[in-house]
C-alpha cells in the first residue's frame, strides 16, 4: 500500500467529526480534520447549549454502551480543558399511562425506557401522576401519567464539547481545515483523494460525518442514490422566560425531560432546566417529521408566531409559563433514517470510506463513544463500542422504495430478488 500524507481525513467537525479526529489523534494517527465553517458553529446539527442525555436509551440497547461510554469521556474532556461539558440533573421521561406513545420511531417509549433500564442495571424509579407531582410540582400533569425518572440522566453542551476536542486534537497533532468546503472524492493510490475549494489532500482512510449534509456530499462525490435514504428536518427550538418563577426551573430543582402527550410522534415535548450562558429561560422543543429541507434551503430564521404556537400548543397548561413570545427561538436540522437509527459502517463498495451519520435527533448523547469507535475502526483496532447495529445493509429496503419512487412507471410484479443499494 502507498504511503499517504494521512492515515485518515475527518469530513465535518461536528458532533461526530470533532470526536472522531480527537480519538483518532489521541491514538497517535496523522489525522486531518476539515469543515466548511468554523465549529463549533451555529448552522448544523450541534448548536443550542443543550442536549438531553440519559442511561436508559429506549431508542435500542446498542445504544446503552455508547451512552456510558459517552459519559466517561465527556467527564475525562472536562478535566483536560476545564470546559463546563455535562451536568447531572436527573431526566423524567413521562407519557400517559393508556398510551402507546412512539418516540424517535420507537413505540410504546416510556415502557421500552423502564425497560431498558431493567436489563441494564440501571438506577431508576417508575413513577405514577402524584410520584410526578411529589417531586417536580412544575409539570401540571392530567392525572393519568407513568414517568420514568433517572438520577444520572441530564444534559451535554454541545458547543463546549465540540471545542473541547478540537482544541486537544489540535494538542495532539491533528491538522485542522476550516473554513474549507470538501467538493469531490476520488480513489487515489490505494487511498482517497479529497478535493477542497482550496487543496487536494490524500489519506488512506475517509470518515464522512457530514450531519445534514451527508446526502448533498455523496451525490456530489460518489453519486451515491442511496443517500435519498436520509432526510433532513427543521427542528426549532425556544427558550420562554419563566419570569419570577425561573428558580423552579434551575437545575438541581427540575430535570431535562420528554413529556409525550399522546401516540403520535410529534405529539409532545421536551425540555431543559433554565441554564446560561444567556437569558435564564425554559428551553423547549418539539419535532416535526412531515416537511424536509435541505441545509441550502433551510429556513434558519425562525417567527415570533411560531414561537406563540409552540406555547399555545404545548407549553400552556402544562407549565406556568405567561403567554409570550420565546426570548428567543433557534432552527436546526435533524438527519433522519427511515428507522431512525445511527448509520456507522464503512461503505462496501468504496473500501476505506466511513459514513457517520449519528443524528435522527438523539445523537449527541452518543457522539463521544462513536468517535471514539469510529476512530478505533478506521486504524484497523477493535472498537471499543460495537457499532455492527449500525450497518448500512438495514438500509437497502429503503434505498429501494426509494428508487421505486423514482420511477413513476415502474411496472409491479416486474422484480424479483433483491436489489442492493448503489
Ligand atoms: C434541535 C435539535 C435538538 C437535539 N436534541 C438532542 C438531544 O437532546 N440529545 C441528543 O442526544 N441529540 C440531540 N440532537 C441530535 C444531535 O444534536 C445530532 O445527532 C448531532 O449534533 C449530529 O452531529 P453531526 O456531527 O452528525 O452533524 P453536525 O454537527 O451538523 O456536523 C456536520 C459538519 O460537517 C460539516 N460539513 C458538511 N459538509 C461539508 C463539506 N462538504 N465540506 C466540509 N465540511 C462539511 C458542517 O459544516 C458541519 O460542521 C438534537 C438535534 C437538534 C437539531
Given amino acids: 500500500m502507498a504511503a499517504h500524507a494521512y492515515d485518515a481525513i475527518v469530513v465535518g467537525l461536528g458532533a461526530v467529526g470533532a470526536a472522531t479526529l480527537y480519538q483518532a489523534a489521541r491514538r497517535g494517527a496523522r ?11 451555529d448552522l448544523g446539527s450541534s448548536h443550542g447549549l443543550t442536549r438531553i442525555t440519559r442511561l436508559a436509551v429506549g431508542e435500542g440497547d446498542a445504544y446503552v454502551p455508547l451512552v456510558h461510554r459517552s459519559h466517561q469521556i465527556w467527564r475525562e474532556l472536562e478535566s483536560a480543558t476545564g470546559l463546563d461539558i455535562m451536568t447531572t440533573t436527573a431526566g423524567l421521561i413521562l407519557g400517559p399511562r393508556d398510551a402507546v406513545a412512539a418516540h424517535h420511531g420507537k413505540p410504546d417509549f416510556v415502557r421500552r425506557t423502564i425497560a431498558c433500564a431493567q436489563r441494564h442495571g440501571i438506577a431508576h424509579e417508575v413513577l405514577d401522576a402524584a410520584g410526578i407531582a411529589r417531586r417536580y410540582p412544575q409539570f401540571r400533569l392530567r392525572g393519568d401519567e407513568l414517568g420514568y425518572w433517572e438520577p444520572q440522566a441530564g444534559f451535554v453542551r454541545p458547543e463546549a464539547a465540540i471545542e473541547a476536542q478540537l482544541r486537544l486534537a489540535g494538542v495532539l497533532g491533528a491538522q485542522l481545515r476550516t473554513g474549507e468546503r470538501v467538493l469531490d472524492l476520488e480513489p487515489h493510490a490505494g487511498g482517497w483523494q479529497v ?3 482550496r487543496a487536494t489532500h490524500v489519506a488512506a482512510q475517509l470518515v464522512l460525518a457530514a450531519g445534514p449534509w451527508i446526502g448533498q456530499l455523496l451525490r456530489d462525490s460518489l453519486g451515491h442514490a442511496w443517500s435519498a435514504s436520509f432526510s433532513v428536518h427543521r427542528q426549532v427550538m425556544h427558550w420562554f422566560d419563566a419570569g419570577a418563577g425561573t428558580p423552579a426551573f434551575a437545575p438541581g430543582k427540575f430535570p431535562v425531560f420528554i413529556w409525550k402527550f399522546g401516540d403520535a410522534q410529534e405529539d409532545y415535548m421536551y425540555g431543559f432546566p433554565a441554564v446560561g450562558p444567556g437569558p435564564l429561560a425554559l428551553k423547549v422543543a418539539t419535532e416535526q417529521y412531515s416537511l424536509s429541507t435541505t441545509p441550502a434551503t433551510l429556513e434558519r430564521e425562525v417567527s415570533q408566531v411560531e414561537g406563540l404556537a409552540m406555547h399555545g400548543s404545548r407549553v400552556q397548561g402544562r407549565f406556568d409559563i405567561p403567554r409570550a413570545p420565546p426570548l428567543q427561538s433557534r432552527a436546526c436540522m435533524y438527519t433522519v433514517t427511515p ?6 459502517d464503512e461503505l462496501p463498495q468504496w473500501p ?10 438523539h445523537g449527541f448523547k452518543h457522539s463521544a463513544a462513536v468517535g471514539e469507535a469510529l476512530a478505533e475502526r478506521v486504524l484497523g483496532r477493535t472498537p471499543t463500542v460495537d457499532l455492527s447495529a449500525f450497518r448500512h445493509a438495514r438500509l437497502a429496503a429503503h434505498a429501494y422504495a426509494d428508487k421505486q419512487k423514482e420511477i413513476p412507471s415502474f411496472p409491479s410484479g416486474a422484480v424479483t430478488g433483491t436489489i442492493a443499494p448503489q
Avoid at 339 to 344: A, M, P, Q, T
Avoid at 352 to 361: F, I, K
Fill in 31 to 41: 489525522v486531518l480534520g476539515i469543515d466548511q465553517y468554523q465549529p463549533p458553529h
Fill in 195 to 197: 478535493r477542497t475549494d
Fill in 339 to 344: 428507522d431512525s437509527n445511527f448509520v456507522l
Fill in 352 to 361: 476505506g470510506v466511513h459514513l457517520a451519520s449519528a443524528c435522527s435527533g
